[in-house]
């Protein structure tokens, strides 16, 4: 089983975020009591299980005092224990990272660490409106490779007017600072952020798809051509670097997730169970023993368009026959992956469908047509 905790605090909220969180710092030592609150209560009942994994989110778990986060996972460890080899990743952000902060971080056992560096160009920072600057992002990426073997930078791709030069740079300055692991993600205005408003209003302009094609393209190539496997959508690793906890969620392992807004995903045989706590921090710090607001148990069939969709997030990708298995006309499925194949978004590989790296940046859509749940093909083979 793997862990998520929600750590909904930061300095400001960046322009293009939709995530929970708030900005209101004076509310943590109330949010983390109902924390260890949720957190006793919940794993009382899951007593002797082992995590592979606990993954520090947000927000911006670096911004809170390491001592929440101590007391934090000695709640967590009076009812379950870890395996050898776990994994413990906190998201955090430069303009936190001192000396002294991953320092506390390594003491407490975090053993990777991922960075929300999004870019090592001032401009592009300054454009983004994040709170760090690049010659920070160049410092803490060096001190955190000196105390941690497991780091990872996100950037993003497709900010407002990025050449292809610019973001080649960019790359350039991930691979070369040593981490293991770089996450690309596409800019994207999402509903209800400040830059989905501006968009609407013509006060900026992003990159269109043909454009956005030829970033991603560029990432697959120059991060490929310096030892990266491209192993999902998003993420590319030194072997063995992968992400324990996100490979775990595409992988459809359980999980459990604590704080607002978390999710959690429990299999128990054939029975699979999604839920999600409330997003609200006034709800969930009022009644923190409560604080699911949804728990929804999946149906065979949901199970398998979900297994297709993850699976096609991912370069290990999902067996043919058990495609074929899915769908009850098997030629049907098979003139989809055909045409799918000629028009370069999937391969066949040992038994496999692939998406190609083409397909990757349209993998949500390539799934789309061979979800049996969506198609015309409905129905599953009993
Ligand atoms: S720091 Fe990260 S989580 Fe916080 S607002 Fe910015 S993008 Fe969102």
């Known amino acids: 089983m793997h862990c998520y905790v929600h750590i909904p605090f930061c300095r400001k909220r960046c322009g293009y975020c939709d995530f929970f969180l708030v900005t209101k710092e004076d509310l943590q030592e109330r949010f ?5 609150e949720e957190t006793a209560e919940r794993l009382a009942a899951l007593r002797g299980s082992t995590f592979h994994s606990i993954h520090f989110g947000g927000g911006t778990p670096s911004l809170v005092s390491v001592s929440y986060l101590e007391r934090w996972l000695e709640t967590v460890f009076r009812y379950v224990s870890l395996s050898d080899d776990a994994e413990i990743t906190i998201e955090a952000n430069p303009e936190d990272l001192t000396i002294d902060k991953l320092r506390d971080l390594a003491s407490l056992g975090v053993n990777r660490l991922s960075i929300g560096v999004q870019s090592f160009l001032p401009e592009k920072l ?18 955190a490779m000196n105390l941690f073997d497991n780091v990872s930078v996100d950037l993003i791709c497709g900010a407002e007017g990025e050449s292809l030069g610019e973001w080649q740079r960019d790359l350039d300055c991930a691979a070369s600072s040593g981490v293991p692991h770089v996450s690309v993600y596409m800019l994207t205005p999402e509903k209800n952020t400040l830059l989905f408003r501006r968009l609407k209003k013509g006060q900026v302009t992003l990159p269109g798809e043909a454009v956005q094609a030829a970033l991603y393209d560029a ?25 324990r906890y996100n490979l775990g969620c595409w992988q459809r392992e359980s999980y459990l ?8 995903f429990l299999v128990s045989g054939t029975d699979e169970v999604r839920s999600a706590n409330v997003s609200s921090l006034i709800r969930y710090m009022a009644s923190p023993g409560k604080a699911q607001a949804s728990r929804e148990v999946l149906s065979p069939e949901e199970q398998i368009d979900e297994k297709i969709f993850l699976s096609l997030r991912l370069s290990s990708g999902l067996e043919l026959d058990d495609l074929l298995h899915y769908h009850k006309n098997s030629s049907e499925v098979l003139a989809i992956v055909e045409r799918l194949k000629e028009q370069g978004l999937l391969e066949i590989l040992d038994g496999a469908i692939k998406v190609s790296r083409k397909g990757f940046l349209f993998a949500d859509k390539v ?8 198609s015309a093909m409905s129905g599953v083979k009993k």
């Open 32 to 36: 983390f009591s109902a924390l260890y």
């Open 126 to 143: 300054l454009a983004l409106g994040r709170c760090h600057t690049a010659p920070d992002a160049f410092r803490v990426t060096g001190e």
């Open 219 to 243: 990432a697959c190539a120059m991060l490929g051509d310096r030892g990266f496997e491209h192993y999902e959508v998003s993420n590319f690793s030194k072997p063995g670097f992968f992400s």
């Open 257 to 264: 997730g604590f704080g607002p807004s978390a999710h959690s």
């Open 367 to 374: 799934a789309e047509e061979l979800l049996p749940g969506l």
